[in-house]
């Protein structure tokens, strides 16, 4: 039973893999459209990193020690 | 490992010193032709771009400059249209019109032959063919690099 799920874990791995692919420089045509990105106003993006890090004492970002009074 | 072989899977970029493949494309708006080897005997400036990418459509005004700046029986320039859809770059040349040939290779068999890894890419070729520069991406300030390339390889 074990060896039937390990052959199937592979197999579902191999297939995903399949889908995997690098994306070149002249194919980036829908990834560069203003709906594809990961933030939609990225203003709005910054000021929220903005109050996150402070909120949570971190500087820079999202990572690493210190700040906390919001004025970096 | 796979990823491995994803990532060394690319054609090898072609660079300076190397032969720039010879091509044959239709043009943009599908009225004719373009040959790189027409233009063998004149130095010729290869522009790839596309709509979608913003620093290839701030240095295509630039390029048309150097263009009207240099000799035409001397100097060529000839740009290769990576759109997918033709719509947006026909769009862009109707408002920024070029005096330069455009080719369409909505399928990047182009790009992939030339090895390019960033979007821009320009190639500088001599007038035997032979690439001698290559100008990766686009920013303020290298049209004047860029006259400067050109005029130094007009003048051997």
Redesign the interface.
């Known amino acids: 039973m074990r060896r039937i799920l390990t052959i199937a874990a592979a197999a579902a791995i191999l297939i995903t893999?399949g889908g995997?692919?690098?994306v070149?420089?002249?194919?980036?045509?829908l990834l560069?459209?203003r709906d594809m990105a990961f933030e939609s106003d990225t203003l709005e993006a910054a000021r929220e990193a903005h109050i996150y890090f402070s909120k949570e004492a971190s500087m820079p970002g999202g990572s690493g020690g210190g700040g906390g009074c919001g004025c970096n | 490992m796979f990823f491995f072989f994803l990532m060394t899977s690319q054609a090898s970029a072609l660079g300076a010193g190397d032969r720039a493949p010879d091509f044959a494309a239709p043009t943009l708006d599908g009225a004719g032709r373009v040959e790189l080897s027409d233009y063998r005997g004149k130095v010729v400036y290869l522009d790839f771009w596309a709509s979608w990418c913003a620093p290839c459509l701030k240095a295509i005004p630039e390029i048309e400059e150097i263009r009207s700046e240099l000799p035409a029986d001397a100097f060529q320039v000839v740009a290769v249209n990576l759109d997918q859809k033709k719509k947006k770059a026909l769009r862009f040349l109707e408002k920024h019109p070029i005096g330069y040939p455009s080719a369409s290779d909505p399928k990047g068999r182009l790009p992939e032959q030339f090895g390019l890894e960033t979007m821009p890419t320009s190639y500088l070729i001599d007038a035997e063919g032979v690439i001698r520069y290559v100008h990766p991406g686009f920013k303020k300030g290298d049209g004047s690099k860029l006259r400067h390339e050109i005029r130094a390889l007009l003048e051997k």
């Open positions: 893999l995997c692919t690098v070149k420089p002249w194919e980036r045509d560069a459209r």
